[in-house]
Structures are given as structure tokens and as C-alpha cells.
């Protein structure tokens, strides 16, 4: 019998306290059990049967729901339209209207979309091969794990759907590192057409270059106007409504980069709070939201109790100076992520008049979530709630209407889903799984395995664990951090030394040792009923 097996066996007679917790916390009540604080036994409806007496996972796997293939009735194979934006968090989808309006007014809203290795190479590598980046490779950002020179671009998502019959197109950026070291006229295997951004010219907002089937041409426009119009033409091509095709459009904001303006924190403030980068907004979104404070969130700024002397949260301690260098961070993220909310609605107007819109698949996305503040945090790269979660969104052809998905969904699944959508054969162990059949049901309860590495460094891991339901578990280099996010939303107490969750964190301790290096059907794929 397998880990997973005995763990899920233990659970008999019980469901999970995450799925308990889910459904409590999701359904408006849960026995006055309030953020911050840990279930009591009797509110939660469990005298006599303590947290420690609970399981992590249902005895009872959900089957998968049936699924029809697209294109099995003999019908054209539906376009896909994967739109993202780099280090674009949840919350910023606040600041979107156009993306709410016309994509989750109108699709489906994911509410536990993931990022397992939540920063930018690796999560990209994931959506472009659908596994977890042990498996692709490409595990940070420079070195010998890291960056576009680790990647290896053969046996891709694009080559697969070529061979499907599907032609493929990319404008926007791609893997750190692309267009360096001489790679500069480079075309990755598996891409019709092709117009990719040039690093380091790519985090340059006025001037990028861009490598189009081979030629490099230097540009000198906003780089996120740049990138729709880039798009928009290729949309609106004769020839895609010929075959089916795939696009994948990647935004560089709200990412950080250049030029320096007058707001920088680097011509307002010295030592440590003038250093904070942070990204370029359009012209005309300048000092748009000037005056908007930080989130008031209880992680701002907050250590979790019970956490080890390693743990990312104590890393730094913020001045007043610093924090207000951190404000003008978050304005300026707020206001590049309005163009490229236009931009957004710039596709969606050229698929509609064109005539493409019902029959193409639409997914927003971005590669990681982002921190400005929370858990004493300023970027990505770390296991918390506000970091590894991604806004992702989709709809299309029998993709429901208006609805949020509560199950969990990883950038590895966005690949294998995309490869089913188009009846295309993998070309790699697939990690993830298609998350289509599951858009209709209840929530479901998946184990994810979530790990970090240093950012010049992929040869040692910084953290691994999971992610289960509300259930979040990682081990440091010298400790361990575990959260139930039902009752602890922003991840303020570290349940580690809660006598009361022994039997929970041996059971993620082991599902996390199972899954660490886990490839293709021996990474968890079974969904329990929450």
C-alpha cells in the first residue's frame, strides 16, 4: 500500500478537518470558530474527538466526473488564449474591471489557483511543459538550475500542439534569460510565430526588443502597448481561422523595471528603502492611484507566531521609512496593471469582431503571486497564502458562466488542461491533470506539492511541502511551518507546536516526503470530496 494509500486510510469513518474546515468556512458558519484562532473541539461540532483525532484526507477518492473531448462530435478543436501577467497577485484583479467584466463575469473564476514553485522561470517552465519544476528543470532564476539556459525546449506545450495540428504563436516574455549569451536570434522549437522580448532589453518599459521569427527590432513604445498590438495582429491574421491555434500572450507588468521615474523610492528615500524596484504604468495611469495606502491586512508586517528563527517572516524588520518606499511599490503596481487590463479587453474586442470568440478558450493567468508587506515580505519565491495563490481565470466553449471553482488548480495543470483541450498528446510525464471535467463540481480536496529554491541557486531546495485543502505545510531548512487557512486565513499562528495537530502534521509531513520527488503518475492526482 502506497503513503497516500495509508494516510487516506486512516481517515475511515471521518472526514478530513480540512474538509470540514472547508465546508464551515465556505458555507457561512463554522461553530464561532474566527480567523486567528485554532477549532475548539465542542464549537466545531467534535466532543470527545480532538484536532488531533481528525484527518488531512477522506478514505473515499471522487471519481472523475465523464468528459467529452473537445472535437469528438467531429466539430473544430476549440482556439486557446493564454493571457498572462508577470507578478500579477489576486488582489490586484480588485484594480481590473475589464478582466472581471469580460472574463469572470463570464467564465469561471479558480479560487485556489497555485503556483507550486511560486516565481518567475520555474512557474513558467510549468506552464509550458505541465510539470513541477524538480521535473522540468529550470528550478529558479540564474545558475546552473536556473534561468532560460536550463531549460530544456524540446518536448514542449507548442511542439505538442504543432504535431496536433494547431499553429502557435507567443509575443510578450519569455524565460529569464532569453536573448543573452548570443540567444538573442534563437527561435524555440515548436512556434509558428514567434515575437518574444530580448533581456535584458525586456524589463526596459520604452525601449524593448523584440526577436520576430529570428530578427531582432528595437521598438520604442510602451512595452505592454507594444505587446497588445503584437497580439491584436496576429489575432487578426487571415489564416487563424484556417486551423486552430494557440496563443500565449506574456505581459511584463506589473513586474519591476525601467526606467527610474520621479516617484521611485530611489529620488525619495536612502540606504535600504531607496534600493526597492518597482515597475513602469503607462503614461497615461501616471499617479493614478498615488494616494492609495497599503492593504490593511493583519499579515502586513507580521510574524506568525510559533515559526522557526529561519523562517522568510523574520527576515527584515521595516522602518517607517521603508514602509513608505513600499506604498509607492504597490501605487506603481496598481497602475502599469491598467494597461494591461485594457490590453485584456484589446483581445477579446478583435476575437469577437473577427468572429473567433466562441470558439476559443480564454485563460488569464499570472506565473506567481506577489508580496508587498505581507509577512514582512516585499516579491515572491515563499510558501505563504499571498505568494504561491495566482489569479486565474477562463472561459469558452461549455466553460461555465459566471462561477467560481474552488477545487485547487496548478500551473502544471493549466498545461496538461490545455494539451486535453486540444486533443493534443503529451510529449512529457504530465504532473498536472486536466481540470475541465472538475469545473461543475463541488469543491474538491487535492495534495500539491509546493518547493522553493534560492534564487542563484537551484542545487539545494529553500522549503517543500504541500498544500492540502486548507491545510498549508513546509519544512525549512531548520523547522517547519503548517497553517490551517480555514481558521487562519493570513497565517498568523504556525500550528507546528500544537500538540493538538500532532496526527495532522505527521500525515503532511508524510505526504510531503511521498510527493518530493514525485514525476508523472506518481505525483498525487486523486481529488476527495471536501
Same mark, same amino acid.
Given at each position: ?18 474538509a ?8 457561512g ?11 475548539a473541539?465542542a ?5 470527545g ?13 471522487? =471519481? ?6 473537445y472535437?469528438?462530435? &467531429? ?20 484594480y481590473m474591471?475589464h478582466?472581471?467584466?469580460?472574463? $469572470? ?7 485556489d489557483a ?13 506552464l ?8 522540468? &528543470? $529550470?528550478?529558479?532564476?540564474?545558475? =546552473?538550475y536556473?534561468g532560460?539556459?536550463a531549460?530544456?525546449e524540446?518536448?514542449?506545450? @507548442? ?17 529569464n534569460?532569453?536573448g ?8 524555440p ?5 514567434w515575437?518574444a522580448?530580448?533581456d @535584458? ?6 525601449? +524593448?526588443?523584440?526577436n /520576430?521569427?529570428?530578427v ?10 507594444l505587446?497588445r ?11 487563424r ?6 496563443m500565449w500572450?506574456?505581459?511584463?507588468? @506589473?513586474?519591476?523595471? &525601467?526606467?527610474i521615474?520621479?516617484?521611485?523610492? $530611489?529620488? /525619495?528615500?536612502?540606504?535600504? #528603502?531607496?534600493?526597492l524596484q518597482?515597475? !513602469? ?13 497599503? =492593504?490593511?491586512? +493583519? ?6 507566531? &510559533?515559526?522557526? *528563527?529561519?523562517?522568510?517572516s ?5 522602518? *517607517? ?15 502599469? %496593471? ?15 469582431w ?7 478558450i %480564454? ?7 506577489y ?16 505568494i504561491?495563490?495566482i489569479? !486565474?481565470?477562463?472561459?469558452?466553449p461549455?466553460i461555465p458562466?459566471?462561477?467560481? !471553482? ?6 502544471p ?6 494539451? $486535453?483541450?486540444?486533443g ?15 469545473l ?5 480536496l487535492? !495534495? ?12 539545494r ?10 491545510w498549508t505545510? %513546509?519544512?525549512?531548512?531548520h523547522?517547519?511551518?503548517l497553517?490551517?487557512?480555514?481558521t ?12 493538538r ?6 500525515q ?5 516526503r511521498?510527493?518530493?520527488?514525485c ?6 492526482k #486523486?481529488?476527495?470530496?471536501?
Amino acid at each position: 500500500m502506497s503513503r497516500r494509500s495509508r494516510l487516506a486510510a486512516l481517515a475511515v469513518g471521518a472526514l478530513a478537518c480540512s474538509a470540514l474546515a472547508v465546508a464551515g468556512f465556505a458555507g457561512g458558519g463554522h461553530g464561532g470558530v474566527g480567523p486567528g484562532s485554532a477549532p475548539a473541539a465542542a464549537d466545531a461540532g467534535t466532543t470527545g474527538q480532538t484536532a488531533s483525532a481528525l484527518r488531512v484526507l477522506p478514505a473515499t477518492q471522487t =471519481p472523475t466526473p465523464s468528459w467529452t473531448p473537445y472535437g469528438a462530435g &467531429g466539430e473544430r478543436r476549440p482556439n486557446i488564449l493564454m493571457i498572462t501577467s508577470d507578478d500579477l497577485a489576486v488582489s490586484d484583479l480588485d484594480y481590473m474591471p475589464h478582466v472581471r467584466q469580460l472574463l $469572470a463575469r463570464q467564465g469561471v473564476t479558480f479560487t485556489d489557483a497555485v503556483a507550486p514553485t511560486p516565481i518567475c522561470v520555474p512557474a513558467r517552465a510549468s506552464l509550458l511543459t505541465g510539470q513541477y519544476a524538480h521535473n522540468h &528543470g $529550470a528550478r529558479t532564476i540564474s545558475g =546552473p538550475y536556473g534561468g532560460y539556459q536550463a531549460f530544456d525546449e524540446r518536448r514542449t506545450l @507548442p511542439v505538442a500542439l504543432q504535431r496536433a495540428g494547431y499553429d502557435t504563436l507567443f509575443t510578450g516574455k519569455y524565460l529569464n534569460g532569453y536573448g543573452e549569451d548570443g540567444t538573442e536570434h534563437v527561435v524555440p522549437p515548436g512556434w509558428t510565430d514567434w515575437r518574444a522580448t530580448v533581456d @535584458p532589453s525586456t524589463y526596459g518599459f520604452w525601449n +524593448p526588443q523584440i526577436n /520576430h521569427n529570428g530578427v531582432v527590432t528595437q521598438y520604442h513604445r510602451y512595452t505592454t502597448y507594444l505587446m497588445r498590438d503584437q497580439a491584436d495582429t496576429m489575432l487578426e491574421e487571415p489564416s487563424r481561422t484556417q486551423r486552430p491555434w494557440f496563443m500565449w500572450v506574456n505581459y511584463v507588468a @506589473p513586474h519591476h523595471g &525601467g526606467p527610474i521615474q520621479e516617484e521611485d523610492p $530611489a529620488n /525619495h528615500f536612502t540606504g535600504w #528603502a531607496g534600493t526597492l524596484q518597482t515597475t !513602469v504604468p503607462a503614461p497615461e495611469d501616471d499617479h493614478r492611484y498615488d494616494d492609495v495606502p497599503l =492593504p490593511k491586512r +493583519p499579515d502586513m508586517f507580521d510574524v506568525p507566531t &510559533g515559526v522557526p *528563527a529561519d523562517s522568510p517572516s523574520r527576515a527584515h524588520h521595516w522602518t *517607517a521609512q521603508q514602509k513608505e518606499a513600499l506604498r509607492s511599490v504597490y501605487d506603481q503596481r496598481i497602475e502599469a %496593471v491598467q494597461a494591461v487590463d485594457r490590453a485584456v479587453a484589446s483581445q477579446i474586442r478583435v476575437l469577437r469582431w473577427t468572429h473567433q470568440l466562441a470558439r476559443t478558450i %480564454v485563460i488569464f493567468a499570472s506565473d506567481n503571486g506577489y508580496a508587498t508587506g505581507e509577512h514582512n515580505i516585499n516579491g515572491k519565491l515563499i510558501h505563504y497564502d499571498s505568494i504561491m495563490r495566482i489569479p !486565474v481565470l477562463m472561459r469558452g466553449p461549455r466553460i461555465p458562466h459566471g462561477t467560481t !471553482v474552488g477545487t485547487t488548480l496548478t500551473n502544471p495543470d493549466i498545461a496538461t488542461t490545455i494539451l $486535453a483541450a486540444a486533443g493534443a498528446t503529451p510529449l512529457r510525464p504530465q504532473d498536472g491533470v486536466n481540470i475541465l471535467p472538475w469545473l461543475r463540481t463541488p469543491t474538491q480536496l487535492r !495534495v500539491v506539492p509546493i518547493e522553493g529554491w534560492r534564487v542563484q541557486n537551484g542545487t539545494r531546495r529553500l522549503y517543500f511541502g504541500v498544500r492540502v485543502g486548507p491545510w498549508t505545510y %513546509v519544512q525549512l531548512r531548520h523547522g517547519e511551518e503548517l497553517y490551517d487557512r480555514a481558521t487562519d486565513p493570513y497565517e498568523l499562528h504556525s500550528l507546528v507546536h500544537d500538540a493538538r495537530y500532532g496526527t495532522v502534521l505527521e500525515q503532511l509531513r508524510e505526504l510531503s516526503r511521498a510527493d518530493k520527488n514525485c514525476r508523472g503518475s506518481s505525483c498525487p492526482k #486523486a481529488f476527495y470530496p471536501a
